[in-house]
T-cell receptor, first 115, second 112 residues
Framework: AQKVTQAQTEISVVEKEDVTLDCVYE???????LFWYKQPPSGELVFLIR??????QNEISGRYSWNFQKSTSSFNFTITASQVVDSAVYFC????????????FGTGTSLTVIP | GAGVSQSPSNKVTEKGKDVELRCDPI?????LYWYRQSLGQGLEFLIY????????KSGLPSDRFSAERTGGSVSTLTIQRTQQEDSAVYLC??????????FGQGTRLTVV
């Protein structure tokens, strides 16, 4: 069965520190997509990144970077030099075309960046 | 519209009353999802519609919860005989492919 686990419920860091949010997934399929979404205090979920299962190249976008490792079924998200505006709940998700494109979300990690 | 629209944005209801929450997905999106997010909690899957296929209702917490999707577009989530534990933000999302899902702003339901 498909499953996404975010073991870190809450994380607090001081501004300018780096922080990594962990995501571990389970699926029996070889074709799937992985996502990260951000939910700021305003409540709307904002799409951050998508990776497909055939592309393990890590990606960097400004202060954000993602480390996809199929060997450990992990898709971790690192924020470098964190800022107060990064404070939000972050969700990792998996979508699987073999199960009707359904999305499976982790329970989220609440990040607080302290000024 | 350009995005997923949910209405109402806020709903306060008395315990025992029925409520209907509406979701207008992005035009052309065949998949529609309902999630519930209780205060400080993660996303709880409720139901998933995909085209004309039978919906995946495996996440509905009780038979007081039901959902419809008419004409493959608008969806209504109905909660009968609301209870205080139903208080949460109800989020709707739609997608056209498995490559991304777009979320609405949510409906904040408060049962008093």
């Amino acid at each position: 069965a498909q499953k996404v686990t975010q073991a870190q419920t809450e994380i607090s860091v001081v501004e300018k520190e780096d922080v990594t949010l962990d995501c571990v997934y389970e699926t029996r399929d070889t074709t799937y997509y992985l996502f990260w979404y951000k939910q700021p205090p305003s409540g709307e979920l904002v799409f951050l990144i998508r990776r497909n299962s055939f592309d393990e190249q890590n990606e960097i976008s400004g202060r954000y970077s993602w480390n996809f490792q199929k060997s450990t079924s992990s898709f971790n998200f690192t924020i470098t030099a964190s800022q107060v505006v990064d404070s939000a709940v972050y969700f990792c998700a998996l979508s699987d075309p073999n199960t009707g494109n359904q999305f499976y979300f982790g329970t989220g990690t609440s990040l607080t960046v302290i000024p | 519209g350009a995005g997923v629209s949910q209405s109402p944005s806020n709903k306060v209801t008395e315990k025992g009353k029925d409520v209907e929450l509406r979701c207008d997905p992005i035009s052309g999106h065949t998949a529609l999802y309902w999630y519930r997010q209780s205060l400080g909690q993660g996303l709880e899957f409720l139901i998933y519609f995909q085209g004309n296929s039978a919906p995946d209702k495996s996440g509905l917490p009780s038979d007081r919860f039901s959902a419809e999707r008419t004409g493959g577009s608008v969806s209504t989530l109905t909660i009968q005989r609301t209870q205080q534990e139903d208080s949460a933000v109800y989020l709707c999302a739609s997608s056209r492919t498995p490559r991304e899902a777009f979320f609405g702003q949510g409906t904040r339901l408060t049962v008093v």
